[in-house]
């Protein structure tokens, strides 16, 4: 993205309560598998990262070294070294994707909790008056989806763009509410074939959220949220059982 807001920081930095080094395991690895930092990419260096996340450096490189134990970052040394993302995207549905490993009550409670979250989120957004910076945030977030070249980069780049308009509300409360609710979703559609009808559905809806954040239609950008989210779990319920 070219735009001058990290989104990496808004998703990082949103509050928590619980503890530090289970929590900054769980930023992180939540981070890596939405594609908030994309396979091959470069965390933030380690000083930065501690501040942005609220924790010491001890409780992060402890945290690392859990990343790097579940394979999902790499290190490297010497000037240009640093902790590397080691984690391709998943394809859904394709043999060897991620077991659900979250109970069924949870995934199905997290699509109720969705409905009110992620609207909530797009009107909020569409209130606010956005800056340069956020506009371009969005319609960055918009066009990776857009130009997603493969079932798994669009699963990562689609995640992104809900977490995008979180981030445009300013409310770390709302940020961490919508990355839970992105992670099991995450879980639940990586399990399920990636099928074009859908995609293009969701495309389209996609289209007009964003038209209507950027124009500043609060009402549209909650209703057609809303109908998304309710499209998404109806495919859902159907095809997991």
Same mark, same amino acid.
């Given at each position: 993205m070219s735009t001058g807001l990290d989104l990496g920081a808004t998703v990082l930095g949103a509050a928590r309560s619980r503890h530090a080094f289970e929590d900054c395991v769980e930023r992180l690895a939540t981070a890596i598998?939405?594609?908030v930092y994309p396979h091959g990419s470069t965390l933030p260096p380690e000083r930065e990262l501690s501040v942005r996340m609220g924790v010491s450096r001890a409780t992060l490189r402890e945290a690392i070294a859990a990343l790097r134990t579940a394979n999902l970052v790499r290190t490297t040394r010497g000037r240009a070294g640093g902790t590397v993302v080691d984690h391709p995207p998943v394809t859904p549905g394709e043999d060897g994707a991620t &077991? /659900?490993?979250? %109970?069924r009550p949870v995934l199905m409670d997290s699509l109720v909790y969705r409905r009110i979250v992620e609207p909530g989120a797009c009107y909020l957004a569409a209130s606010r008056s956005l800056d340069e910076d956020e506009r371009t945030l969005l319609t960055d &977030?918009? &066009?990776d989806v857009i130009e997603a070249g493969s079932p798994a980069e669009h699963r990562q780049a689609d995640s992104r763009l809900h977490l995008a308009i979180a981030s445009l509300t300013g409310s770390d409360q709302l940020v961490d509410a919508v990355t839970s609710v992105q992670s099991h979703l995450h879980e639940m559609l990586i399990a /399920?074939? %990636?099928l074009p009808v859908n995609i293009t559905h969701s495309s389209r809806q996609h289209a007009e959220i964003v038209s209507a954040i950027l124009k500043g239609n609060a009402k549209r950008a909650w209703a057609t949220m809303e109908n998304h989210c309710d499209d998404t779990a109806a495919l859902l319920r159907g095809l997991l059982g």
């Open positions: 598998r939405l594609g &077991a /659900i490993t979250t %109970s &977030a918009h &066009a /399920i074939p %990636s």
